[in-house]
T-cell receptor, first 114, second 118 residues
Framework: GENVEQHPSTLSVQEGDSAVIKCTYS??????FPWYKQELGKGPQLIID?????GEKKDQRIAVTLNKTAKHFSLHITETQPEDSAVYFC?????????????FGKGTKLSVKP | GAVVSQHPSWVICKSGTSVKIECRSL??????MFWYRQFPKQSLMLMAT?????????EQGVEKDKFLINHASLTLSTLTVTSAHPEDSSFYIC??????????????FGPGTRLTVL
């Protein structure tokens, strides 16, 4: 089955710097890759996603890149702000198979220091 | 858009009682909903997949007689923890799979329910 590895597990940056979180997946059939932000005591919030027919997607300060050949995808946050501090999860799924189950990485705790 | 609600947000109950958690997609239809459990500082663990009008599919190791799931409509799924015990204390989160081509595969999560069993 699919396995998703996420690095780093913790990341501390200074406000205004960029943050990069990387994930690798094992199943080449995976075709959907979302990123979620989870604040303490809350449910995960979808922040950006990418499908296998696209190499890069950007939404304001957030971008995701996908390398299908290498089977890895990354989240890039530019001009980080203290409110970006949270746990970020990457995930992979095969939409249309197994009812779209998401396989999650273990999460990255991002701390943005003012 | 794409809002998922959960009720209650937190619940405390005595050991041996049953607790029902509701998950609703407020502004879209969801033929499939998922139930997750999350322990502190850990990732989400899928418990079961709930399809409208059919029996839920449980992940290995999840007791279907203990965690009863009902998906009665395209906007509502419920999880009932029967005969709860302290080890069932956890953060339970649902998600809904948006049933549209443009959002295929996209899961939207509820805010979670904190269950504490005394």
């Amino acid at each position: 089955g699919e396995n998703v590895e996420q690095h780093p597990s913790t990341l501390s940056v200074q406000e205004g710097d960029s943050a990069v979180i990387k994930c690798t997946y094992s199943d080449s059939a995976s075709n959907y890759f979302p990123w979620y932000k989870q604040e303490l005591g809350k449910g995960p919030q979808l922040i950006i996603d990418i499908r296998s027919n696209v190499g890069e997607k950007k939404d304001q300060r957030i971008a995701v890149t996908l390398n299908k050949t290498a089977k890895h995808f990354s989240l890039h946050i530019t001009e980080t702000q203290p409110e970006d501090s949270a746990v970020y999860f990457c995930a992979a799924s095969i939409y249309g198979g197994s009812q779209g189950n998401l396989i999650f990485g273990k999460g990255t705790k991002l701390s943005v220091k003012p | 858009g794409a809002v998922v609600s959960q009720h209650p947000s937190w619940v405390i109950c005595k050991s041996g009682t049953s607790v029902k958690i509701e998950c609703r997609s407020l502004d879209f239809q969801a033929t499939t909903m998922f139930w997750y459990r999350q322990f502190p500082k850990q990732s989400l663990m899928l418990m079961a997949t709930s399809n409208e009008g059919s029996k839920a599919t449980y992940e290995q190791g999840v007791e279907k007689d203990k965690f009863l799931i009902n998906h009665a409509s395209l906007t509502l799924s419920t999880l009932t923890v029967t005969s709860a015990h302290p080890e069932d204390s956890s953060f339970y989160i649902c998600s809904a799979l948006r049933a549209s081509w443009a959002h295929r595969g996209t899961q939207y999560f509820g805010p979670g329910t904190r269950l504490t069993v005394l």
